[in-house]
């Protein structure tokens, strides 16, 4: 055989265990098979990725699909753990622009990483259990996971991410997010567009998002700092407290106070806490089986506010040039409750058992109504 037929030979051999090369070693109780590969694939189409357990997945320049799966099997001996390692099959098939990486089999689960085209349309992840971490992709993702954690970071386009049981992290995010945990913390740190989220058990804890927010949580907090549009947070157990929106903030806590930093406006509802409403404009509409309120108007309202507590106080900031009407009730089964007031136009007097106050200030306006039942009313005067 002549050199360069041998030389053909070694290059087609070190293509073929490039394609799908194996290497087994021994780690305590557990024998490891590492099986490395790669395919060319297009560089704008979409990846789909099978398997069962945890993946990891980062964009790179080009257009190819490598990856490296770890195996892990316990045996008494060699023989043994390649019987059982040979059970695992990995699998790249392409279909048109699309290109499928599949890892199934085996009675344990195993690790795959893959790096794929960052330019890539779309990347569809779905593991049977294990955590997804993906990072650095130019277009949408989708991730799903049995049972594990999902960690997701620059990615420009759109992204949803699901897990049957496990915390959730956003790092940044180009467009709008969907978020469901079968019970997790989910946290985001910078999303442009709008996001959804939802978890069974956990908190939630957002630091910017361009446009809208919808949380829910089955108990858990709310958090939220900043939001480009409107916030709406529902949760059965836990504080919610959004530091600013450009929108208006609804807010209903079956367990749990409210606080609203900055808003257009709020719509609020707690089952049991304290409401407080640092600086809203437009219209507050809060209640509270037990608890407190505090309220400071920011801007002229345009349509009517309603404020009501079953047990607590009530107090309420408006500043002097707004043109409101004002009407306050405040009583218990034990008689009527103190109004205080600041407005020499609002005036307050007994009525029957309770007492009232009621005036317009700077000519009249919408519409302020306050209920009271437990504690005292406080209407007080902000210069402007």
Not at 74 to 97: H, P, T
Not at 353 to 364: F, I, M, R, S
Request: one cysteine or more; proline letters at 3%; glycine letters at 16%.
């Amino acid at each position: 055989m002549g050199s360069k037929e041998i030389q053909f030979g070694l290059i087609a051999l070190a293509a073929v265990a490039f394609a799908g090369e194996t290497q087994l070693h021994r780690e305590g109780a557990f024998w490891v098979e590492v099986e490395k590969g790669s395919e060319p694939v297009a560089a704008h189409g979409n990846i789909r990725i099978s398997t069962i357990g945890g993946v990891t997945i980062k964009g790179a320049p080009g257009n190819q699909l490598a990856y490296t799966v770890v195996k892990r099997v316990k045996a008494g001996n060699e023989a043994q753990a390649r019987r059982l390692l040979s059970a695992y099959s990995v699998r790249v098939s392409r279909q048109g622009d699309g290109a499928y990486l599949v890892l199934q089999g085996g009675s344990e689960m195993a690790d795959l990483e893959v790096t794929a085209p960052q330019s890539a349309s779309l990347v569809v992840v779905t593991t049977a259990g294990g955590t997804v971490d993906a990072v650095n992709f130019a277009g949408e993702m989708k991730a799903e996971t049995g049972g594990g954690r999902v960690n997701i970071d620059h990615v420009a386009g759109d992204v949803s991410a699901k897990t049957a049981g496990g915390d959730v992290t956003f790092g940044k995010i180009g467009g709008d997010v969907r978020c469901v945990s079968g019970g997790g913390t989910i946290r985001a740190e910078s999303i442009r567009g709008e996001a959804v989220f939802a978890t069974a058990g956990g908190d939630i804890q957002v630091q910017q998002v361009g446009g809208a927010v919808h949380c829910s949580t089955n108990g858990g907090a709310i958090h939220v700092a900043q939001a480009g549009n409107i916030v709406i947070a529902d949760t059965a157990g836990g504080p919610i407290d959004v530091g600013y929106a450009k929108g208006m903030v609804t807010a209903k806590n079956s367990g749990g106070p409210i606080q609203v930093g900055s808003a257009s406006g709020a719509r609020c509802e707690s089952a049991n806490g304290a409401i407080h409403l640092t600086s809203v404009g437009g219209s507050l509409k809060a209640s509270t089986a037990m608890g407190s309120i505090i309220a400071r108007f920011q801007t002229q309202p345009v349509a009517d506010s309603f404020l009501s507590t079953g047990a607590g106080d009530i107090t309420v900031w408006i500043p002097s040039n707004l043109k409101i009407t004002l009407r306050a009730q405040n009583a218990s089964y034990g008689g009527p409750r103190r109004i205080v007031s600041d407005f020499p136009d609002i005036m307050v007097k007994l009525a029957g058992a309770a007492t009232v106050a009621e005036g317009a200030l700077n000519g009249g306006g919408p519409l302020v109504r306050i209920a009271g039942t437990g504690g005292t009313i406080y209407i007080r005067r902000e210069e402007k």
